[in-house]
């Protein structure tokens, strides 16, 4: 129902385009680093004015002026930009800010960030209608499709996925997410499957899961002070992982991100988990 409801959505926004009654948007800013991706994957770049800092690829998008991060975005920096558009993943918020906008007059579209390929289908084809793009996307989305076709399936070692947003923490992730979305097209069993999203992970309980393998981000990697740092951890120094320096550490938004870099990140992905000895 939630991914019909944004169909018939992103249909009533593109009548008017395709009928010319309404000019495409030139001063768009995107909040959502996946989406962000997609705009520039389609040739929409020129039209983006503005982003929130998880859009860091590609390069042209780390120099767009920032708006915060998408999910606390400063609603007085989005309006300083004077954008005709603003085009938010459904994460983005708070909700109250979202509704701020509306109530200021700016247009705000709405896509769902979902970690399948059904809402990866929807985000581009939302992006592309939202812009105003002759290109619909589906050229875009039969290339993800194709990508894909060799590399899924297969099986892989036992997995834990683990983030750090600073400081000598980790989160771990569970089902729900986009890293265990990950997980699933590789193969690789996720120990935390009974978990619910991202929860603190402690030595003990990260002991007990004991892992044959890793998978993190640059930026946890570079938050904790180096892969040596995270391999001695509490905890993780206990598991067959750390011990066998099966590591696999990667871009962030390439592994969260979900988006038309996806046959890339799940072949880094399983290449990573094929070779012990760290990335």
């Known amino acids: ?11 009533a926004l593109a009548l008017p385009l395709l009928a010319g009654a309404a000019p495409a948007p030139q001063r768009v800013v995107v909040l959502g680093g996946g989406l962000t ?22 390069a042209a998008a780390r120099a767009l002026p920032k708006v915060g991060y998408y999910r606390t975005f400063s609603v007085e920096g ?34 769902p960030s979902d970690p399948t390929l059904p809402a990866l289908e929807q985000r ?23 990508g894909l076709k060799p590399l899924r399936g ?10 750090s947003r600073g400081g000598n923490t980790l989160d771990a992730a569970g089902s729900t997410t986009a890293a265990a979305a990950m997980l699933k097209l590789a193969g690789a069993p996720n120990v935390l499957a009974r978990q619910q999203g991202y929860k603190p992970l402690g030595g003990e309980g990260a002991a007990a899961l004991a892992p044959e393998a890793i998978v993190t ?14 391999l001695a951890m509490p905890g993780i120094a206990a598991t067959p992982a750390a011990r066998h320096r099966r590591v696999v550490v990667m871009d962030d938004l390439l592994l969260l991100g979900f988006g038309p870099r996806l046959p890339q990140a ?14």
Not at 266 to 279: I, S
């Open 124 to 146: 581009i084809h939302g992006v592309a209608a939202a812009l105003g793009l002759r290109d619909d996307g589906r050229a875009l989305v039969r290339q993800v499709e194709v």
């Open 37 to 58: 991706e997609i705009a520039y994957a389609l040739g929409g770049g020129a039209q983006l004015v503005g982003a929130d800092q998880s859009s860091i690829y590609p």
């Open 1 to 11: 129902m939630r991914l019909l409801k944004y169909w018939l959505a992103l249909a």
């Open 217 to 230: 981000t640059r930026m946890s990697v570079e938050s904790l002070g180096g892969l040596d740092k995270l």
């Open 78 to 111: 989005v309006v300083a930009l004077k954008p005709d558009l603003i085009l938010a993943s459904d994460q983005a918020g708070p909700p109250e800010a979202i509704e701020q906008l509306r109530r200021l007059g700016r247009r705000v579209i709405v896509l």
């Open 266 to 279: 799940l072949a880094e992905l399983q290449a990573g988990l094929g070779k012990p000895g760290g990335r």
């Open 154 to 163: 297969g099986k892989a070692p036992r997995t834990l996925v683990v983030i």
